[in-house]
Every structure is written in C-alpha cells, then in structure tokens.
C-alpha cells in the first residue's frame, strides 16, 4: 500500500519531505507533483524502479525517460551542450520542457535511447518538486504519468492513490499541479526537433 503525503504546493513541510525523500533513497517508487503533470519518480541508480516505470506505463526500450534537475549547473553534468543549445535552454527554464541532448559518461546505459545515446532533461518551476531535488541531493529518474491506453495523464492525488496503491510506494500530493504534459524539444540533431507539443511555448525553439 502506498503512503499518501498531502504536501502544501508553496511551503512544503520539510518533515514530509525528508520522508519521501527517504524512501526515494530507499530504492521507493512515488509519483510527484511537477509544473506540467503527476510523473513516476526514482534515484537514477535505481534499476528496479526503472523497470516499475516500464511495466506501469507499458514502455519499450527507445522511450526516452527525463533527469528532473534542481538547476542548470546539475543538468550540465549529465548532458552535452554546445553553446547555442545552452543559451536556448537557459532562457526556457524553470519551466514545462523536457530537452533531449546527448548524455555523457554519468548517465547509466540503461537510461538512454538505445540508438541515440541521448536522454531526457528538465528542470521544473514547482516548489514541492525542487525541494525533493535540493533534499536528495541529485535528479530524479522520472516519467510522465500516463497510463497505458489513456489519453491524459492523471491529474487527482486520490485517484492515483486508488489505482496505483499496489505498485508504487508514495503519492506525493499538493492540490498544485499542472495537467498538460512538457513540451519536448530534441537537440540532438543540427535543428532543434519539437517531438510534443504541451504546456511550454514551443515557438521560441521554431
């Protein structure tokens, strides 16, 4: 059964922070309120809770799963960023995009696309999320929730806690969510590629 944290969106109470964090440190699986939707989050390192993310959403091999950065400076680690690309990403973040860049040397195999060796990265403007990062110390391995053969994401704490109670291991909630998926832009290429159109201004990369 999964634990239920009713977390406050603008001041989140440090205590229940610690304990989620805790259990993200513990190989636990837990779905959290971002700037663009609930996602499915993990330690990057935790191999186990990828694959749970791969049987709840059903994904194969060449999904691109997203580092969940606290700041540029962490997202630079994991990451190869040219000097245009950087300038581009910085003025859209915080903020509802996911990028896709070549990964370096600090992004386990596993979380690559298996062709491209590239990855999904982010930093989300959402307090309850940068202060699990700044607790943990390091990105969350995520992924949006989106169930198998539904359009949307899910959107209410509650019914996540009801239909994901037995597969997850926290539902993070704080009433201040967003409910339209990233936008997603791929600069592993010479142009940058918009693959989702979602909650980020997609014009300022066309």
């Not at 634990?3 to 205590?15: G, I, K, L, T």
């Not at 636990?28 to 989050?41: E, H, M, N, R």
């Not at 606290?70 to 630079?76: K, P, R």
């Not at 239909?163 to 291991?169: A, F, M, Q, Y």
Request: aromatic share 6%; net charge negative; charged share 25%.
């Amino acid at each position: 059964m999964a634990r239920y944290f009713d977390v406050h969106p603008e001041n989140p109470q440090h205590r229940s922070i610690v304990q989620i964090v805790d259990l993200v440190r513990n190989d636990g699986l837990i779905v959290y309120p971002t700037d663009s939707c609930f996602a499915l989050g993990c330690q990057v390192g935790n191999r186990a809770g990828l694959d749970r993310i791969r049987d709840i959403r059903h994904l194969d091999d060449r999904h691109h799963f997203t580092l969940v950065c606290a700041d540029f400076a962490q997202l630079g680690k994991f990451v190869r960023i040219s000097n245009k690309v950087f300038r581009m990403i910085k003025a859209a973040t915080p903020g509802s995009y996911t990028f896709i860049l070549p990964a370096t040397n600090d992004v386990p195999r596993r979380l690559m696309h298996p062709k491209k060796k590239t990855v999904g990265v982010r930093i989300p403007e959402h307090a309850v999320v940068q202060a699990l990062l700044s607790e943990l110390g390091e990105p969350l391995l995520s992924s949006t929730l989106l169930l198998p053969d539904e359009k949307e994401p899910l959107t209410q704490g509650w019914e996540i806690k009801e239909r994901l109670d037995n597969v997850v291991d926290a539902v993070v909630d704080s009433d201040d969510c967003g409910t339209e998926p990233t936008t997603v832009i791929d600069f592993s290429g010479d142009e940058p590629e918009i693959v989702r159109r979602g909650a980020g201004d997609p014009s300022r990369f066309e």
